[in-house]
C-alpha cells in the first residue's frame, strides 16, 4: 500500500515536473547554432610578390557559433540575449584572428517589444546590416570587392598595408543599440559605444542606420562616426583609426598621416527583376588626423562606390561584384616629401566572380575568382572553391 502512494505521488510530481517544463518551454528558449564555412585556392591581393596556396576559413561568409535566446514576459515584452564568437576552422582556432575576444561577433542583452530592440553590450555597427545587404557577396570579407576595400587590410601599395577605409569593426563593444519597430516599411536603428577612458568623453564611436524593404525595391543609408577601435581599445588619448601613407615616386620617401576620427556616410539600394538581381553602394569617408599640425595641412578623404548583380541558375547564383576606392591627401606635401612626383592620392578596383551552388538550404558549395588593383602597385589575382554549412 505504501509503495502503491508513493508511486501515485511521484506520478503526480512527474505530472506537475512536466507541466512546468512545457509551461517553460513556452515561455523561453535557447538556441545553440553557427555556420562553419571553409574555402581552399590561391591569393594574390595587389601588392603582393607571389601567390600563396591555401586553405582558409570563412570566405563567403565568417565562420561563428554561439546562443541565443529569448524569454516571454508577457504583454509582448521580451527578454533577448546574445553569445556568439568568430572562430576559424583551417586551424581550430577561435576569433577571427588573434586579437578577437571570445565572442566578438555578439554578447548583449536586451529588451524587445511593440516598441522595438534595446540592447547593452557587444552587439552590432551602424555599418554592417547596409553593407551586406546591398552587395551580392553579402557577408564575404574573403571575395566580395565591397568587404575588402572597407573592412580589412589585404593589399599592399609601397610596403604599406591597406587600411580599411571604414573604421571600427562591424561590431561596436560597450555598445547601447536601440532599433524602431517597422514604420512604413523603414526600421531605424541608432549606436553609442562608449570609450570607457577616464577624463575623456568624448572619445566614443556613435551612428545611425535605416533600411527600407517593400516589394522588389531595398534600399538603406548609414552615418557613423568613429574614434574607438574594437573590439578592444586600450589607448589612452586617441587612438589611429585610419592611416593613408603618401610617397615619393622618385626617392621612395613615405609620410604616415593617421586619423584620430573616421565618419562615414553610405548610401545603398538594390531591385529584384527576378531574373536578376542589380546592387549599388556608394560612401564617403572623412577624417581627423592626429597632431594640430597634419590636421590642418591636409585634407584626408575616400570615396567607394560597388555595383554587382545575383543571378539566378540552376539550384544556385552567380554572383558578380566590382568596387572602386580612391584615398586622397590634399595638401602640400614638399616639406616632408620633397617637390618631385609625389603620389598623394591612390585607387584601388577590384573585380570579383562568383557562383554559388545550395545542395540544401543549409549547405552550399562555392567558387569565386577575384581580380584586384592598386595605384602604381602590381595587380593580383585570387581564386576559393569552398563550402558552407549551417547549423
Given at each position: ?195 570607457e577612458q577616464a577624463g575623456d568623453s568624448g572619445k566614443n564611436n556613435f551612428g545611425v542606420n535605416t ?56 548610401l545603398g539600394g538594390a531591385y529584384d527583376l527576378q531574373y536578376m538581381k542589380l546592387f549599388g553602394t556608394f560612401n564617403r569617408s572623412t577624417t581627423k ?103
Amino acid at each position: 500500500m505504501k509503495s502503491i502512494k508513493h508511486a501515485a505521488a511521484g506520478s503526480v510530481l512527474g505530472l506537475v515536473v512536466s507541466a512546468f517544463s512545457v509551461s517553460a518551454l513556452a515561455q523561453s528558449s535557447v538556441q545553440i547554432g553557427g555556420m562553419v564555412d571553409v574555402y581552399a585556392g590561391s591569393l594574390k591581393r595587389s601588392g603582393d610578390a607571389a601567390s600563396t596556396g591555401v586553405v582558409n576559413s570563412s570566405g563567403m561568409q565568417t565562420s561563428w557559433w554561439g546562443f541565443k535566446g529569448t524569454e516571454d514576459l508577457g504583454n509582448g515584452l521580451q527578454a533577448n540575449f546574445a553569445l556568439t564568437g568568430f572562430f576559424r576552422p583551417d586551424i581550430g582556432g577561435t576569433g577571427r584572428n588573434n586579437s578577437d575576444t571570445m565572442f566578438a561577433r555578439d554578447a548583449n542583452v536586451g529588451l524587445s517589444g511593440s516598441f522595438g530592440r534595446v540592447s547593452l553590450g557587444r552587439d552590432l555597427a551602424p555599418n554592417f546590416v547596409p553593407m551586406l545587404t546591398f552587395n551580392p557577396f553579402a557577408a564575404s570579407f574573403a571575395f566580395s570587392p565591397l568587404g575588402l576595400h572597407s573592412q580589412t587590410s589585404s593589399s599592399r601599395y609601397r610596403g604599406q598595408a591597406w587600411s580599411p577605409v571604414v573604421s571600427g569593426d562591424t561590431a561596436w563593444s560597450n555598445e547601447i543599440m536601440y532599433v524602431t519597430p517597422k514604420l512604413g516599411g523603414f526600421t531605424t536603428s541608432f549606436f553609442l559605444q562608449l570609450g570607457e577612458q577616464a577624463g575623456d568623453s568624448g572619445k566614443n564611436n556613435f551612428g545611425v542606420n535605416t533600411m527600407y524593404a517593400k516589394g522588389p525595391l531595398s534600399f538603406g543609408a548609414y552615418f557613423q562616426s568613429v574614434k574607438v577601435n574594437n573590439p578592444v581599445d586600450t589607448t589612452v588619448g586617441e587612438s589611429s583609426v585610419f592611416t593613408f601613407t603618401p610617397y615619393n615616386r622618385v626617392t621612395g620617401a613615405t609620410y604616415t598621416l593617421a586619423a584620430s576620427k573616421n565618419d562615414t556616410w553610405f548610401l545603398g539600394g538594390a531591385y529584384d527583376l527576378q531574373y536578376m538581381k542589380l546592387f549599388g553602394t556608394f560612401n564617403r569617408s572623412t577624417t581627423k588626423l592626429i597632431g594640430a599640425a597634419d590636421d590642418s595641412q591636409y585634407d584626408l578623404k575616400a570615396n567607394t562606390v560597388q555595383l554587382g548583380t545575383s543571378v539566378p541558375l540552376g539550384k544556385g547564383l552567380v554572383l558578380l561584384s566590382w568596387a572602386r576606392t580612391k584615398v586622397e591627401a590634399k595638401g602640400d606635401f614638399s616639406a616632408v616629401l620633397g617637390s618631385a612626383d609625389v603620389q598623394s592620392s591612390i585607387t584601388r578596383n577590384t573585380a570579383s566572380l562568383g557562383y554559388d551552388y545550395f545542395l540544401s538550404k543549409r549547405t552550399d558549395v562555392y567558387s569565386v575568382v577575384s581580380y584586384d588593383k592598386l595605384t602604381d602597385t602590381s595587380s593580383g589575382v585570387s581564386f576559393g572553391v569552398g563550402i558552407r554549412q549551417r547549423f
